[in-house]
């Protein structure tokens, strides 16, 4: 692939990545404006995501044998396609049901386009260009948030947050179909090499453990606005802090980019994992600031250990770790909403903050331990 190839195949998945985050931060941030539109209980937006993160994981699975048959681009198109209908959905869902109706076509969309930009910046740029791209999804998900707290603060409704995301998802998408080529080019290369059986360790499986309790962030992102509206804060207040979650995480992800030039990575994980604990203490006290350490402090995770499996192992061991970390990252926010959702149903949302410190702690305990007991192998 040459230089010109690369860079459109970067300027690719950073599109692709704002497409994919659009719609994420839509439900979470305006759940409470939308389950009084359509009567829904407060826990059926766990029913909802889980849903959403169901039809993705099959999107997950399919993609892999799908994409071997087809080109990675028409694969992409209909992933894309797929959240164009949703949306289109959602936008003019008379009812709950039409509304419900629109969470399948969201996952399948999501799902596809996940694991595909994953494995191909993985595989082919650096741990730099790898959050660049995730901070592209931040950048998506932080407009999306801020569209909804415009839209209940002057409508009173979420339509409008909705109507703007369909319109930048539908310049994305013709970007895409104007470039596709090079993403069908890609994956023309990939499908020629061979996999071959691996053996993993304890300690390799750490990697998509880690994934996994990764949801968290997710979860965060749900129910931190009806958290702060059960404390009495404004509802256009707590949409914005979501946004504020998802800015804060889209600005680490650039700021750690940067860091990554003058720090190992191992030691930049540690650091933000001990941002995110400060942030985890606050979330009683201070949302504003719990929102921009928790957003820093994850903003590196995710992006940062994707491809420090291409430094640690060979191509074929590091590729099947990517895939799996993808595979048990939408493993745990399907899992996550509906743990949480009956643990708060038990009791109410005041539980919330204490359930995230739990699983934050595990969540570091997790990546500590996969930093120190994985050897590299190249």
């Not at 039809?55 to 959240?83: D, H, P």
Request: aromatic share 16%; glycine share 6%; charged share 10%.
């Amino acid at each position: 692939m040459n230089k010109k190839q690369s860079i459109i195949l970067v300027l690719l998945s950073f599109s692709l990545y704002i497409s994919l985050g659009l719609p994420d931060s839509l439900i979470g941030s305006g759940w409470p404006v939308i389950r009084q539109d359509f009567h829904f209980s407060l826990e059926l937006i766990s029913v909802i995501t889980t849903v959403q993160l169901l039809f993705s994981l099959l999107s997950n699975a399919l993609y892999i044998k799908i994409s071997t048959k087809v080109s990675e681009g028409s694969v992409i198109f209909l992933s894309m396609f797929s959240i164009l209908i949703s949306l289109f959905l959602m936008l003019f869902a008379p009812n709950g049901i039409i509304f419900l109706i629109s969470i399948p076509f969201l996952g399948l969309g999501q799902g596809a386009i996940d694991v595909a930009v994953n494995t191909i910046v993985a595989r082919r740029f650096s741990e730099k260009i790898m959050n660049f791209v995730h901070a592209f999804y931040g950048l998506g998900v932080t407009l999306s948030s801020i569209f909804e707290a415009i839209s209940i603060r002057y409508t009173s409704t979420f339509r409008l947050a909705i109507l703007l995301v369909l319109i930048l998802h539908s310049i994305i998408l013709i970007f895409f179909m104007t470039k596709r080529a090079t993403f069908t080019e890609h994956g023309e290369v990939d499908k020629k090499k061979k996999k071959s059986k691996l053996k993993f360790t304890l300690a390799n499986w750490l990697f998509p453990i880690f994934y996994f309790l990764y949801a968290i962030e997710q979860i965060f992102s749900i129910y931190m606005a009806s958290f702060l509206v059960f404390q009495h804060f404004d509802a256009a207040f707590s949409a914005l802090i979501t946004g504020i979650f998802w800015f804060s995480l889209m600005c680490g992800r650039i700021v750690s980019g940067f860091l990554l030039d003058y720090l190992e990575s191992e030691k930049l994980i540690l650091i933000l994992l001990f941002i995110s604990f400060i942030g985890t203490l606050l979330m009683w006290f201070s949302p504003l600031f719990s929102a921009i350490l928790i957003g820093g402090g994850f903003s590196g995770l995710y992006p940062t250990i994707m491809t420090l499996a291409h430094r640690y192992f060979n191509i074929e061991k590091a590729n099947r770790i990517v895939a799996l970390n993808v595979t048990a990252a939408g493993l745990g926010m399907f899992v996550m909403p509906l743990l949480f959702s009956a643990l708060i149903a038990s009791f109410n949302l005041l539980i919330f903050p204490w359930l995230f410190e739990i699983f934050f702690i595990l969540l570091a305990i997790t990546g500590i331990f996969m930093l120190r007991l994985n050897v590299k192998e190249v």
